[in-house]
């Protein structure tokens, strides 16, 4: 298992990663990257989800915030990000350091 990393996302949005010889793999919908999670978890230590399929599976990514590996991480698709990657990391940051170490300053323009 030392160093494999996988990524989880719809077909346009693991291409690029495919071309740089990671592991890629094909999920349109929930409920088929979460089959996917869990049989990749039994053999990836590292391995990247599309921000808009993690939101709707925060469920089964609790399962595996308390483990040591798989590490899951969460990234933009193609079409952007909806955000959730970005909270997760202050919410995550702010637990283990006990501050928001993220802070954004807002424009009051």
Known sequence: MKGKMAIIGNGDSVLVF????????CAEEKESARHLLKDLAKEYQVIFLTD???????????????KTY??????????????????????QSERALGIDILFQEKNDN
């Open 18 to 25: 495919k071309s740089a010889g990671m592991d890629a793999f």
């Open 70 to 91: 798989p590490i899951i991480l969460t990234l933009p698709s193609m079409n952007g990000s909806n955000g959730y990657g970005y909270e997760q990391l202050k919410k």
């Open 52 to 66: 808009v399929l993690a939101k709707d599976m925060e469920d089964t990514l609790s399962e595996y915030a308390a």
